[in-house]
């Protein structure tokens, strides 16, 4: 009886293996220098997609990845150094600004600080 | 104080007061344009007709229905004088005008066909912003169909009047009204405004490959592409329609008699077998993710967390939609290799919602077994009680 | 044996003559009215279990706006056996409830509130309030839609009270608005203010019982001219059958943790609106159906004001019914307070009820 209420006790005192919850900030599994230059990766960032590039010139940026016109996931296009929505035809800049097609709005920004070789995308 | 208000205010025939009662929402008014600015005449010659209508003072009236364009072209279309109020605004309304069908057709004699006010509406001329604008998005079809839905007007000219009846049929028309999406087409998007006209069988492909692009590029590079041009048929709009472009469904692939593949081909052929080979793909992801969707549903009902396996369908969802747009390139194996993985991610999602499940089972088991152990205290205390009361307790 | 030594150790030292007493000689009335003994007892021991659950809690859970839904969230999926202490955290909470207002009406309407326990009756009526504020406090902790709109509403009421209600509103809000800041000050109020107050309140309470023993109804005390009260001893046959309600309850809470798990619904957003159909928490409900009912004008004043005037009104006479029942305080019948009590309990019986069936009340 005393166990039963002591094994969960102590199961939850010892911290599990996410140390916090994940929809705050993210570490994604690519090291700086693995990420070439005018490239984009699609990342889990709580149970939404989340998109860090590279920019052309060298800058690292994240946004949520879901487009603002009815939440097809976006994807980054080398040739057109643009962020682009397959469904139709949206473009944004680099800055997630909605510049071309249907999407109202800019896409939501998210922060990103980089420690030594770790990347870590926070809510914006 | 303004001769030209102040008169025609009170005066009793209706088609002459009217414009006064208009101008209240009129945006050149809210610019400082006055009734002067369009048909001249002197605005301070109060109470006397013949100075204020003085053609010496510039006077035109109302102009004939064939004038219109010129009239409203004196400003819209001079580069310097709209730049004083929007230096970006467009000022070639008048030369499209004349390219469209619209145009045409009046420079020939047609009183009957739009002109200016017809769309933008006269003295009440709101900024095309305005919501109640009549070339507002949402309120544009009404504008054209007023003449374009109406079969006795539109009698002279053997043109199909239903275009409105099976737009509102369209995925198109609900995004817009009941989403309030004014990003999606209506007339103007797909005909243009001022040019108005149909694009031809060649060209309407274009139009829809403005937001459809990715769809557009497939096709144009299937065997379709060319197929279609030779037989001069329109793509997009031979399997989709033209205004009732209806939301498509993976049922349109099914190889069946009414479906549009059986408009070309024979109904047993081998086309039509890949067809509904496609189907087949599209129909087990989709339902392999409406499984996970309904698991992990079920799960988070019973009180169990599911964003993670709900982030891993999303990919499976991306690809269902990259599958059906792969079918316009008609590549079976294509599309075979965006559903695999696919159908692979949802079947471990409904895994995930099975040990979600399992996990809460466990819960439940667990909850039983600590209730037998409380039953078990229980019936311990309830015997101690018994003895320690007999042992001369309750007194 | 080991046991005495170390008694008899802490005896050379500590006065334990009062612990003695408690546990040797201390009994309780047995009659027909003894099971409303226990509630008093059960309230305490959900209380405990709230305490340890929130102290768990706290080794999770972030008070801000930003971070509050996301802890709970983790608390729900991540943390081994979150979900159990959040679940019992919430469940024990309404059942905490529920017991105290068993304690209070049972109290009321056998008069225990007469003399000589007038005070353990006004720290009691206070540890209510106390309970309703933690209730209405922690409510608002994981920042979720339904939370934050029962907020909203809630402090609006507060700031209908006349001349001090603007002030108060903004007191508790921390601002204009409910914002993190509201949360900042509920987490404050709900960790460290009401559970200092209430040590002290509940240690005051515990107390004046200990000193005072049991009350006993006034119609078994008038029979005991003929006969004497049966009594049974504190220890052990009190605290077993004690015991015995505790385990229950412990059963009770998990089963209701483990099957009805607490739900976390959506993370609270300012700017969208309210969605339908939305309620405070049960015990809050026939206050919240009763100022629906009331007109928007009554005469010259405000209908709402006029109701939170009237609850004020009411919770001020059950706090001080020890002293109005003049004739409980004489030992006689007061059949008039027995009858206003019961009139209570069926108007927030019968308006909680209200609150959840009546139409557009769902």
């Given amino acids: 009886m005393f166990l039963s209420v002591f094994y969960p006790l102590v199961k939850y005192l010892i911290p599990p293996k996410l140390g916090e919850p994940t929809t705050i900030s993210v570490t994604v599994p690519w090291k700086p220098a693995e990420l070439k230059a005018n490239s984009g990766r699609i990342f889990r960032f709580g149970s939404r997609p989340g998109l860090l590039i590279k920019t052309p010139a060298g800058d690292l940026k994240a946004f949520s990845a879901i487009c603002t016109h009815l939440d097809c996931t976006v994807q980054y296009r080398e040739d057109r150094q643009a962020i682009w929505c397959a469904c139709h035809n949206g473009v944004y800049d680099l800055n997630g600004k909605n510049i071309s097609g249907p999407p109202p709005r800019p896409l939501d920004p998210l922060q990103v600080k980089v420690r030594g070789d770790q990347i870590v995308v926070m809510k914006g | 104080m303004h001769a030209c208000i102040d008169c025609h205010k009170g005066l009793e025939e209706e088609r002459l007061s009217r414009p006064v009662k208009k101008i209240a929402n009129d945006y050149h008014m809210v610019r400082g344009l006055k009734c002067q600015d369009c048909h001249g005449g002197d605005h301070t010659a109060f109470d006397n007709k013949e100075a204020s209508h003085s053609r010496a003072k510039g006077f035109l009236g109302k102009p004939k229905r064939q004038d219109i364009p010129a009239f409203c ?110 990003s999606a087409p209506t007339c103007p998007s797909c005909h243009g405004n001022h040019g108005a006209t149909p694009p031809g069988v060649d060209s309407v492909a274009n139009v829809c490959s403005n937001c459809h692009a990715a769809t557009a590029e497939l096709f144009a590079k299937s065997a379709h592409e060319e197929a279609f041009s030779d037989l001069g048929q329109p793509a997009c709009v031979t399997c989709h329609g ?154 | 044996m080991r046991v005495n030594r170390i008694i008899g150790w802490i005896e050379e030292r500590i006065d334990l003559s009062g612990v003695k007493h408690l546990l040797q000689e201390k009994v309780v009335p047995v009659h027909h009215h003894t099971i409303w003994y226990y509630f008093g007892g059960m309230t305490l021991f959900l209380f405990v279990i709230q305490v ?41 909470a309404n059942l905490m409830v529920a017991t105290m207002m068993i304690h209070l009406f049972s109290v009321y309407l056998t008069q225990a509130y007469r003399k000589p326990r007038e005070l353990t009756w006004v720290t009691g009526m206070l540890l209510f309030g106390i309970v309703l504020t933690f209730g209405f406090s922690g409510y608002l902790l994981p920042w979720n839609v339904l939370a934050y709109f029962a907020t909203k509403v809630g402090t609006n009421v507060a700031g209908v009270v006349p001349i001090v209600g603007r002030a108060l509103l903004r007191f508790l809000r921390g601002g204009d608005d409910v914002t993190g ?106 206050m919240f159906q009763t100022l629906k009912y009331i007109p928007a004008r009554v005469g010259p004043f405000d209908g709402e004001v006029l109701g939170v005037m009237g609850f004020g009104i009411g919770g001020l006479f059950l706090l001080l019914v020890p002293f109005l029942d003049k004739r409980a305080a004489r030992g006689e019948p007061s059949p008039l307070f027995r009858w206003i009590g019961i009139g209570i309990i069926l108007y927030i019986a019968v308006f909680t009820a209200l609150g959840y069936l009546a139409p557009g009340g769902k």
């Fill in chain 2, 73 to 182: 072209g004196k400003c819209h279309s001079d580069p310097r004088y709209m730049r004083k109020f929007n230096p970006k605004i467009r000022t070639d309304q008048v030369k499209e005008y004349y390219t469209s069908v619209h145009g045409k057709k009046l420079r020939e004699g047609d009183k009957n066909v739009a002109v200016c006010i017809s769309c933008h509406d006269v003295h009440a001329i709101r900024a095309i912003k305005d919501e109640a604008a009549w070339t507002y998005p949402i309120k544009v079809a009404e504008t054209c169909t007023r003449c374009h839905a109406d079969a006795k007007y539109m009698k002279a000219y053997k043109i199909p009047t239903d275009q409105l009846k099976n737009y509102k049929k369209s995925i198109h028309y609900e995004v817009l009204t009941k989403k309030g999406d004014i």
């Fill in chain 2, 242 to 395: 033209n205004h009732d472009v209806l939301k498509p469904s993976d049922e349109l692939l099914a190889g069946g008699k009414d479906t549009p593949c059986a408009t070309c081909h024979e109904v047993n052929s081998s086309e039509l077998k890949k067809a509904n080979e496609i189907r087949t793909h599209l129909q087990d992801l989709a339902k392999g993710i409406d499984r996970a969707e309904a698991i992990l549903t079920r799960a988070e009902h019973a009180g169990m967390e599911v964003g993670p396996p709900r982030f891993e369908l999303i990919e499976a969802k991306d690809a269902l939609i990259k599958a059906r747009a792969e079918t316009h390139l008609v590549k079976v194996k294509r599309i075979k290799t965006l559903t695999d993985p696919a159908v692979v991610i949802a079947e471990k999602t409904v895994k995930k919602g099975q040990e979600l499940m399992v996990q809460l089972q466990f819960r439940r088991k667990w909850l039983a077994a600590s209730l037998l152990g409380i039953a078990a205290v229980l019936v311990g205390l309830f015997f101690k009680i018994r003895e320690v009361d007999r042992r001369g307790g309750s007194g």
């Fill in chain 3, 52 to 92: 340890v659950t929130g102290i768990l809690l706290t080794f999770y859970y972030r008070p801000s706006a930003e971070e509050a839904y996301e802890s709970v969230q983790f608390l729900m999926t991540d943390v081994q056996f979150g979900w159990l202490v959040r679940s019992i955290h919430s469940w024990s």
């Fill in chain 3, 181 to 286: 800041a509201t949360l900042s000050r509920f987490y404050g109020l709900h960790i460290a203010i009401l559970p200092l107050l209430t040590t002290l309140i509940l240690g005051l309470h515990l107390f004046l019982v200990q000193q005072q023993g049991m009350s006993v109804p006034p119609d078994v005390e008038r029979a005991s001219a003929q006969q004497p009260i049966r009594t049974m001893p504190f220890a052990p046959n009190f605290l077993l059958r004690d015991l015995f309600g505790w385990f229950v309850a412990l059963g009770v809470l998990a089963a209701l943790a483990a099957i009805y798990p607490w739900e976390l619904g959506q993370k609270a957003d300012p700017f969208a609106s309210a969605p339908a159909g939305i309620r405070p928490e049960w015990y809050f409900v026939f």
